[in-house]
């Protein structure tokens, strides 16, 4: 039952996409019912006979060994292949383009760059997923659904599994920048991490699980970001009892609009101290520097006096990204 109530929903939604086919399936039903009834009236012949002359007669096969023999039959075997044989052809014209689409939307393959893939469907990808597409960032996000709720001009979708090689490939991963992986399980996201980390060693990534030792499982495989959203969770309510608007702070930062956290290298900061840096940084940029990252190691508010080095990048809130001082 549960079933075919999910097959009457999937027919139902494909029905309201394609009016062309509904309309043209609805006649051809229709005429192929009344057509075989009155045939059958006419002609008398049996009413499976009368199916059998009326399809016949629709897709011009017309053996010939059923003929209407009464002048009504013929008036009706005129109508019925007239305007019979046009609809049917676009019936199954519409049918094969719904049949293509289908196909075409299984196998997409991506020929982003430096975009990034998103592997997993739930309510943590989905917010990463429209935060990342206002910023005007390309996203490829495969997933094992039929569909996601998101269409966008720099968004592809991509409908497998995310531990698959190949369908890592298609997405792109190669090309990729960035990847957040947030699978149905913790081992699920644990054999995408590895899979994508074998196709594109220079990729960043980060997850979220809630198994301690698959998140030291990843941190081995060389994951840069990954988040426990047990320990998450628990850690953000502690902070709530010492700062009660703290949930207002990181919605502000966290969010596309207003003020954002940023980290990059910038340009002019290398050589000074991380006093210099922060005070340029808030009189010429008005921003406000929270750290500084060397390596894989992230240093919050360091000594005054530790100079920027090459390759280090700051951390720093501000309401645009900044690239040089």
């Known amino acids: 039952m549960i079933v075919l109530i999910k097959i009457l929903k999937k027919l139902t939604s494909v029905l309201k996409e394609r009016k062309v086919f ?5 006649y051809i039903l229709l005429l192929w019912t009344f057509s075989s009834l009155l045939f059958h009236k006419v002609e008398g012949v049996s009413l499976f006979d009368s199916l059998y002359w009326v399809i016949t007669t629709t897709t011009t096969v017309g053996y010939g ?12 075997s005129i109508f019925v292949m007239i305007s019979g044989i046009g609809v049917l052809g676009v019936m199954l014209a519409s049918m094969a383009e719904i049949m293509i ?25 989905e917010v990463a997923v429209k935060e990342l597409l206002k910023e ?5 996000v495969v997933a094992d659904v ?3 709720p998101i269409e966008h001009e720099n968004l592809v979708f991509i409908n497998g599994d995310i531990t698959d090689e190949e369908v890592l490939k298609r997405a792109g991963v190669e090309k990729a920048a960035f990847s957040i992986i947030s699978g149905k399980t913790d081992n ?17 990534v980060a997850c979220v699980v809630s198994d301690p030792k698959v998140k030291r499982a990843l941190e081995m495989l060389g994951v840069e970001q990954t988040i426990s959203s047990n320990e998450f969770s628990g850690l953000f309510l502690c902070r709530f009892v ?14 596309t609009e207003g003020m954002d956290i940023f980290e990059n290298k910038i340009s002019g900061s290398m050589g000074k101290t991380f006093e210099e840096v922060m005070l340029e940084m808030k009189e010429k940029r008005d921003a406000i520097v929270l750290g500084v990252v060397r390596g894989n190691k992230v240093m919050l508010n360091p000594e005054k006096s530790l100079r920027i080095t090459e390759g280090d990048e700051i951390i720093y809130i501000a309401k645009n990204r900044i690239t040089e001082l």
């Not at 509904?22 to 609805?26: E, F, H, Q």
């Not at 699920?188 to 990729?203: D, F, G, H, Y």
């Not at 702070?249 to 966290?254: A, I, N, P, Q």
């Open 136 to 140: 005007g960032i390309e996203v490829a």
């Open 242 to 255: 010492f700062a009660p608007r703290i949930s207002s702070v990181f919605s502000e930062l966290m969010s």
């Open 22 to 26: 509904a309309y043209s399936a609805l």
């Open 146 to 148: 039929e569909s996601i």
């Open 101 to 125: 689409e289908k196909g075409l939307k299984r196998r997409p393959r991506v020929f982003m760059e430096d975009h990034v893939i998103a592997l997993g469907w739930n309510g943590v990808i």
């Open 188 to 204: 699920e996201t644990l054999l995408s991490a590895i899979a994508v980390k074998k196709i594109n060693k220079n990729i960043r």
């Open 65 to 76: 060994d059923i003929t209407p023999k009464t002048e009504i039959g013929k008036v009706l």
